[in-house]
């Protein structure tokens, strides 16, 4: 999407303001996505063994709790 947005700015389809805006926005909405996504899934400590890497990750449904596998 940025670089959507900047393409256009470089071949004068945006206004360098409007190209401002439009970022400012990208940016705010994926700090909420990102705020979000930290309220969704509960990451656990990074684990190694050997080569291998391990995290336990549980995911808490809204309106039905945690859902053991």
Do not use: D, P, W
């Amino acid at each position: 999407m940025f670089m959507s947005l900047y393409t256009n700015k470089t071949k004068s389809i945006l206004t360098e303001q409007r190209f401002l805006k439009l970022i400012s926005i990208l940016e705010q909405k994926q700090e909420a996505h990102r705020k979000r996504f930290q309220n969704l899934i509960l990451l656990g400590k990074n684990q190694e063994s050997g080569r291998a890497k391990c995290q336990e990750i549980k995911i808490v449904y809204h309106f039905v709790g945690k859902i053991s596998i």
